[in-house]
């Protein structure tokens, strides 16, 4: 085995990929292999290729290096189009993807190494945390998974092991280790495995505390042995080993009742002759936005999680306008939706601006976020949706009258 910079052997004789892209290039007497194709190759050797066939994927081969990496300003732009305000989350989410991908890039014999920029997102139900993460996913075309947290458990308890989190990125990357080593996993519901209290357990907690200490190796950075199939790991199985250095964690939750936490750190030491000058004024609407890393401690998050996830951001709760923008603005907006689904049936579908207005509103006395709109746009919906591909009619125009029945219909108690 030797390295050769001459032109004639710079390049992989399988991939074609220039000996100048790659990390590792071994030469042979007439041919030269990388690192990716010679993975690739081991993998087939020990049966993976055979379990992707047999479930109809196709082995990929190796990514190319990411050629251009857009810039924080084009990212927020991008995400503008499909989500509606959060400015503050959009700014610190396009920055830390840009350096994620920087540091991704970064010359091998550079001395100074970049940390990860892993992310963790504050923000009630509905105000679009998913949204985000999958906006930037969809952008930079990289494997994506979405996993619920609450689901985990530590190794030999009921549950799905921590794990399972690569085995949903490997599925999404079609099995190839080299692009899901590049990819971005969203962890939902992160406030849910929070311990009791501020004090270490003193029992076994194995859907939280448990679950926070598996989380830890995958969010630093280190090999991991992952079972393609997902489950349960058991010592007969064939493993997938997944570098998680370059892959890029965002996590979210709403951490329900946080912001009583917010509110008694920001009133101490509010007692004595110097209270009044040093008294800081705040919003105490919207407390979310003064969240800090000790707050997350005090609601049950292990210090060593929060140090590996040292991005972290807010979502203001959503006010009647954004909700409103909402409905109709972004790329995917709801009324979008509906209006395409009718031309699929030769309808025209148009709605009063009256009846957007009152959708919003009962999204706001609902509390339900912008998920609350699509379960109110559903239930004005639904016999329209149910009819109409059944006459000729060419036309529809809903009402504010129309809507009105419908939702109060539904919210009407039922009497015994």
Not at 89 to 109: E, F, G, M, S, T
Request: net charge positive; proline share 5%; with cysteine.
């Amino acid at each position: 085995m030797a390295h050769n910079n001459s032109p004639a052997k710079n390049k992989c004789s399988f991939c074609g990929l220039n000996g100048s892209k790659l990390e590792l290039l071994i030469v042979g007497i007439d041919a030269c292999i990388c690192s990716g194709c010679a993975e690739q190759i081991y993998r087939s050797l020990n049966g993976m290729d055979e379990y992707e066939e047999s479930a109809g994927r196709k082995p990929l081969p190796p990514p190319a290096p990411l050629k251009s990496i857009p810039k924080p300003g084009k990212i927020k732009a991008f995400l503008d189009q499909y989500v509606i305000g959060q400015d503050e989350a959009k700014k610190y989410l396009a920055v830390a993807v840009y350096n994620h991908y920087k540091r991704i890039d970064q010359p091998a014999n550079d001395d100074v190494e970049f940390e990860k920029s892993n992310i963790i997102m504050v923000g009630e139900t509905g105000t679009g945390k998913t949204l985000l993460a999958r906006s930037i996913a969809k952008m930079l075309q990289v494997p994506f998974a979405i996993v619920d947290a609450t689901v985990l458990t530590e190794a030999g308890y009921v549950g799905e092991d921590v794990e399972s989190v690569l085995s949903r990125l490997l599925q999404a990357a079609n099995y190839n280790v080299k692009s899901a080593e590049r990819g971005i996993v969203f962890i939902d519901e992160l406030d849910k495995i929070a311990r009791k209290g501020d004090n270490p357990s003193i029992t076994r907690d194995v859907s939280g505390e448990g679950v926070q200490q598996g989380l830890l190796k995958l969010l630093e950075g280190s090999l991991v042995n992952v079972p393609p199939k997902g489950g349960r790991k058991h010592p007969d199985q064939q493993y997938v080993v997944v570098n998680t250095k370059n892959i890029l964690f965002i996590c979210g939750g709403a951490f329900t009742g946080i912001e009583k936490l917010i509110a008694r750190r920001m009133n101490t030491g509010t007692l004595g002759y110097r209270a009044d000058k040093e008294k800081v004024s705040f919003d105490k609407n919207n407390l979310l936005q003064y969240v800090a890393p000790g707050d997350l401690k005090s609601f049950g998050l292990i210090p060593e999680i929060i140090g590996r996830l040292p991005v972290l951001t807010y979502l203001l709760p959503l006010n009647k306008e954004a909700l409103r923008r909402i409905v109709s603005e972004p790329k995917n907006a709801i009324i979008k939706q509906y209006i395409r689904m009718f031309e699929m049936d030769g309808i025209k579908l148009e709605f009063e601006e009256s009846v957007l207005d009152y959708i919003v509103e009962k999204a706001v006395e609902f509390k339900l976020g912008a998920r609350g709109l699509r379960s109110i746009f559903e239930t004005v919906m639904v016999d329209a949706m149910f009819e109409s591909p059944s006459k000729n009619k060419k036309e529809l125009k809903i009402t504010l009258e129309y809507a009105k029945e419908r939702v109060e219909r539904f919210n009407k108690p039922h009497v015994a």
